[in-house]
């Protein structure tokens, strides 16, 4: 089975598209990689693992990441499929650290949006769960603006490394479900079949 990465810019669909991932495939367990960051964070001082705000010398979370997969692989001889929820993972990172033997990769980005036209968005559609319900608008500008030169990065790297970049920025729902139908491919099953 593979295993899916859904990495790139926040508040590009990257939760949506696992949420929609796991609906259609029931055997994909989803890794949300900020929610272990978080926790790694507030229980072990000065961890090397972090985001990419971070600016840490070295960012060890792509070999954590990939040994917590492995371990996990054929756990009592049944293998789940992860699905690895992330902005904090650069590609140049990944292709040195990742084992991407039967992995897929995907990076959402949003590069036709300005920083405000994504704050509009998050104030009109974001619910309490998400992060930027607790930001100020100065904070969250602020923080989309630190991204935009990152996204570039991403862009020109995927192109570099061979890895599928999704422009959410337009048409999000429809370029959401394009890209499942197109995963089913990937992984070989054809629209009638839904495993369960």
Known sequence: MKNIMILGICRTGKTTFSRMIQKEFSNYQIIEVDTIISALQKTIKDIPIGF????LSENKLPQFLNLLIEKNINKNGKHLGFIINADSIMPKDLVKYFNLENTIV????NSKL?????LENCRKYDDMADWTTRRS??????????YKPIEQKI??????????CIDTSINREKVL???LQSLKIDLGINNEFHIC
């Open 177 to 179: 479900n394009d890209l």
């Open 137 to 146: 608008d100065e904070e969250i500008l602020k923080h989309m603006d630190f």
């Open 155 to 164: 862009i020109k790297d995927c192109n570099k490394y061979g890895f599928k």
């Open 114 to 118: 300005t920083s405000e036209k994504i």
């Open 52 to 55: 990419i705000h971070d600016n």
């Open 106 to 109: 995907y990076y959402f980005v």
